[in-house]
């Protein structure tokens, strides 16, 4: 009887593996979006998202304004000089091409600063003298230029 169980158990599992493995149908965000710097100093980059913004979609192209209220820590991140970031794709956000297809022009924008904003009035500075660097990646770029499996990367500057 254990046996038996235990083989059920085995076959199962063993399916379950071969299920998570294939490559039919994989999708090109698959392995999500990176961000590589190509710059010799570390940088910073924003996007509205959908977990931390519920306006999230009035921070994508055409717009190009910063929200008013400083985006919380979480939502600023950092990347070394030469390095490359993955703007990580877990089981709480949805498909990065369906995020890309329903934002306005089909456009992902990403905002990237030299200097971590600290404070609310850092972030009105920024905001307000237009001391960023917008990058917009449209959902035909991503499709047409992606490499098989690898995901997409967004180069800085």
């Known amino acids: 009887m254990l046996m038996k169980k235990m083989i059920k158990y085995l076959s199962f599992l063993i399916m379950v593996i071969v299920s998570m493995t294939s490559s039919c149908g994989k999708h090109p965000f698959d392995n999500g979006i990176f961000i590589r710097n190509n710059s010799n100093q570390t940088i910073y980059y924003w996007y509205a998202h959908w977990i931390y913004d519920k306006d999230y979609k009035n921070y994508h192209y055409p717009d190009t304004i910063l929200p008013i209220k400083k985006p919380n820590n979480m939502a600023i ?14 089981s709480r956000i949805p498909d990065w091409g369906k995020i890309i297809s329903e934002l306005p022009g089909s456009t992902f924008s990403v905002y990237f600063f030299t200097k971590y904003p600290e404070t609310q009035e850092e972030w009105d500075l920024i905001r307000e003298s237009y001391n960023f660097y917008r990058k917009d990646i449209t959902y035909e770029e991503v499709m047409k230029d992606v490499e098989k499996d690898r995901g997409y990367t967004i180069n800085y500057p």
């Not at 991140?77 to 877990?90: A, D, F, N, V, Y």
């Open 77 to 90: 991140w950092s990347i070394s000089p030469g390095k490359i970031s993955h703007i990580e794709r877990t």
